[in-house]
């Protein structure tokens, strides 16, 4: 840490100074981290698989006044970290920074194009005592197996920080296939909780024969809403509760239900506000989270509106998430929720995924079947029995992102390329 230290500073890093890191999940990205906090200075995150046009527009939109970044690209694969030399390099026309903020994140853009959203010193340590208040959350003398990537907010401030802040041993498998990730739960002696994403639940509920994990407590997912049937898949597998947790880059953890007893429904953490507006939830926030301008639409009198649909119960507090509101398309008048419609896909017992898209004015639906297996279709009446609804040929699976969240791609174009290789290789046999 000291080294580091010195060559940020080096560099020319100072305090209110500003640094932008682009490392993949490693030991040298937590270094630079801490390190750049340190000294006073504000953190940018940047995705390192960002490419390279990405990463000019990022930099030229933030400008930071270092860059740390590493000596050669990412291997890729299933490694859950990776050994990189950082490299510290001085960005000509960088700025120090405007606000007091700690760290700086650009969204995915996945709605729209991405927002530069920073959080300060004080609102991670608030999150941070969300954490701590939550009884079953891991604490001290317990261990945590972290799937997540540290560079996003549920790996980050839910992995990385709290276990640093609590005392809590974290441990990152060396690879993320369902074996490394269950032999890294295997080798601790600690009660341990795996935070990860669905697709990790959906992999680990997928094993046939686990070996016996008499320390795992718990599993924890966040980042898109579970699938129907892998919780209960899940808790069969292992005899342990699959909890979910609901939360935004903006404000880090929103919501949560750690012991799976009240899925969908989840408990607001300790301070927060939330209220449903019109279909769309909205949390209380006294400032913007967002940098430059502020989009009325995204917060406004004091209430960020999360654009995600759901639910508020007055009598119990607690909200149900029901997917981006963008899922929700008018067809011919009749409204339609995607979600609903992936849902009801996905619980057919021959699909094992299913991603449903609406272009070019009609909703498209991709599956990914189990071979060999056969099923009713919906049931009249149901979100996928309408004439606007189309499927594409199953394929082998649905092509996902890169990433460590590995999330279901919802690009038309590229899941009709997906439908149409599976149809010429179904054709070729």
């Avoid at 995705?47 to 000596?71: I, M, N």
């Avoid at 030399?85 to 991405?114: D, M």
């Avoid at 739960?185 to 009660?191: E, I, K, L, T």
């Avoid at 609901?246 to 880090?252: A, D, L, R, S, V």
Wanted: hydrophobic share 40%; proline share 9%.
């Amino acid at each position: 840490m000291a080294g580091q230290r010195e060559r940020l500073a080096a560099a020319g890093l100072a305090h209110g100074g500003t640094l932008a890191v682009r490392l993949p999940p490693s030991l040298a990205y937590v270094t630079a981290l801490l390190a750049g906090w340190q000294l006073g200075a504000q953190v940018m995150l940047l995705d390192h698989r960002l490419t390279e046009h990405e990463t000019r527009s990022a930099l030229a939109r933030l400008a930071p006044q270092v860059l740390v970044r590493a000596d050669h690209g990412a291997g890729r694969g299933l490694r859950g970290f990776t050994e990189v030399e950082p490299l510290v390099e001085p960005q000509p026309g960088g700025r120090p920074a405007t606000t007091g903020h700690a760290l700086v994140q650009l969204s995915s853009g996945s709605t729209g194009p991405s927002k530069v959203i920073a959080r300060s010193a004080a609102d991670l340590l608030r999150e941070l005592d969300c954490y701590r208040r939550l009884v079953d959350f891991p604490g001290p003398g317990e261990r945590v197996v972290l799937l997540s990537s540290v560079v996003h907010v549920l790996g980050l401030v839910g992995g990385l920080l709290n276990s640093l802040h609590a005392r809590v041993p974290l441990t990152v498998p060396e690879r993320m296939t369902a074996a490394g990730i269950l032999a890294a739960v295997a080798a601790g002696d600690r009660p341990t909780t795996v935070i990860g994403v669905p697709f990790h639940a959906e992999l680990l509920a997928g094993v046939q024969s686990p070996p016996p994990l008499p320390n795992l407590r718990r599993m924890v997912v966040a980042g898109e809403l579970l699938r129907p049937g892998v919780a209960g898949a899940f808790t069969e597998r292992y005899g342990v509760p699959l909890g979910t947790m609901y939360g935004m880059t903006e404000t880090g953890v929103i919501a949560t239900d750690l012991t799976g007893c009240h899925h969908p429904s989840l408990e607001p953490v300790y301070g927060m506000e939330l209220r449903e507006d019109e279909g769309e939830l909205h949390l209380r926030r006294p400032d913007s989270p967002y940098l430059g301008g502020t989009d009325p639409t995204r917060w406004s009198d004091g209430w960020l509106h999360t654009r995600d649909a759901g639910r508020s119960d007055p009598a119990t507090g607690r909200v149900t998430v029901l997917g981006r509101r963008d899922s929700q398309v008018s067809i011919g008048g009749l409204k339609v929720d995607l979600t609903e419609v992936e849902q009801t896909l996905a619980a057919l017992p021959e699909v094992r995924e299913a991603v449903v898209v609406f272009a070019d004015g009609a909703i498209e639906a991709f599956l990914a079947t189990t071979p060999g297996r056969t099923g009713r279709g919906p049931r009249p009446g149901s979100p996928c029995d309408s004439p606007d609804t189309s499927a594409h040929a199953p394929c082998p699976s649905c092509p996902r992102s890169p990433a460590r969240d590995r999330k279901l791609l919802r690009d038309p174009a590229g899941l009709r390329t997906a439908a149409a290789t599976a149809r010429a290789a179904t054709a070729a046999r």
